[in-house]
């Protein structure tokens, strides 16, 4: 994996937090990342290019007006006022390739300095075994805290371990076995034919994620939480203020109109493609 810093950009050694989406349904992490950027209106500072992210190209996301800057699968942002260097991941990993493209990402971490990673991801709502909306919507993390995911400032935040964390079972034991490089046992996975309801958890993309930030040595947090496909921009509302919290950022302060509410991106406008031509009716 590569970085190409932006001319005349600089990373700061001071923003040794790392934030940034694991793909997944509803497409809600990279949501909340974009929130957190436009709303930080952090600098983007270079790219990543990684030989397991699929190539795509876009026009800029954050405006205000499409610019015809280009936007690529991988982008550092930074935000030095917070701290907080983000990673946005615009095209999905090539098919098989998710642990190595784990292990190349939490190289790269390492290498550059980053002390705390914070995944931002979401679960298939039809996977939910103890819905409870008594409080509106739940989050959920994991962490490299404890052994069993544990972390007590998550608890005070009042979430929820997600309980289908367990390093004990085996498919949560082989990535770990993975992440830390024993090449050994890769293709002692069952077949997806033989895959049981637990370890679809371990299957996802924030998984591979975690055990290989946690493999190197990083504090790991991920956050998650349940939804399904459609309208998530309100869950990525709800992810991006659980990662404020957990950071001790207070979003009002984020941008300088004063209005105290978050400053949605310019590609949220054609989320789902451009407004009809409405001559058609």
């Not at 190349?104 to 409870?132: C, E, M, P, R």
């Amino acid at each position: 994996m590569d970085f190409v810093t932006e001319q005349g950009k600089q990373p700061h050694e001071e923003c040794s937090t790392l934030l940034l989406p694991a793909l997944s349904i509803g497409n809600v992490g990279q949501l909340a990342v974009d929130l957190l950027v436009s709303s930080m209106k952090a600098e983007r500072i270079g790219y990543l290019d990684d030989p397991f992210v699929l190539p795509c190209v876009g026009n800029d996301a954050y405006g205000p007006i499409p610019c015809g800057e280009l936007a690529l699968p991988l982008e550092a942002y930074q935000s030095s006022s917070n701290g907080l260097t983000l990673l946005q991941q615009r095209s999905p990993v090539v098919k098989g390739m998710m642990v190595e493209f784990a292990k190349n990402l939490a190289n790269f971490a390492a290498a550059s300095g980053k002390k705390h990673v914070v995944l931002l991801s979401t679960l298939d709502f039809g996977k939910w075994q103890k819905i409870d909306m008594s409080s509106g919507l739940q989050i959920y993390y994991v962490s490299s805290t404890n052994p069993d995911g544990r972390d007590d400032h998550c608890e005070q935040l009042g979430w929820k371990r997600l309980q289908e964390y367990n390093p004990a079972q085996r498919c949560w034991k082989h990535l770990s076995t993975l992440a830390e490089g024993n090449t050994m046992l890769e293709n002692n996975l069952p077949f997806e034919d033989e895959l049981e309801e637990e370890d679809y958890y371990p299957s996802l993309p924030f998984a591979a994620l975690f055990s290989c930030f946690k493999a190197k040595g990083l504090k790991v947090t991920c956050l998650l939480c349940y939804c399904s496909e459609g309208d998530n921009m309100q869950d990525a509302f709800n992810l991006a203020e659980a990662a404020c919290n957990l950071l001790g950022l207070n979003p009002s302060t984020f941008h300088s109109n004063g209005s105290g509410s978050w400053l949605t991106p310019l590609s949220w406008q054609t989320v789902y493609g451009p407004p009809p031509d409405m001559s058609i009716f």
